[in-house]
């Protein structure tokens, strides 16, 4: 614990307040902030992050945490997966 920066996990935290938390898993919040403290680009993990979170809010259930961090890391490799694609194809279309 004594090893983290403690402004950069600020800075996540603080970007953490920004989504809609209240409706996480205690699991799926550890997992975004471990995930956002190590990516250098905050940006560019929001984006993707809200991404996941609206094709999420389709589901019948919410998605694993860890199978919710893989496809942010997919969406953040440029590599999203189709399902995602399809469904995001489908909100700008109607």
């Not at 402004?7 to 699991?27: A, H, I, K, N």
């Not at 094709?55 to 919410?62: K, V």
């Amino acid at each position: 614990m004594n090893n983290l920066n403690f402004d950069r996990l600020s800075e996540v935290c603080g970007w953490l307040t920004t989504l809609p938390v209240y409706m996480f898993q205690g699991e799926l919040t550890a997992a975004l902030i471990l995930y956002a403290y190590d990516e250098p680009d905050l940006g560019a993990v929001d984006h993707a992050v809200r991404m996941v979170l609206n094709y999420q809010a389709s589901l019948e259930q919410p998605l694993h945490h860890q199978t919710f961090i893989e496809i942010v890391e997919q969406v953040m490799e440029q590599q999203p997966p189709p399902e995602l694609v399809a469904f995001l194809a489908r909100e700008v279309t109607h």
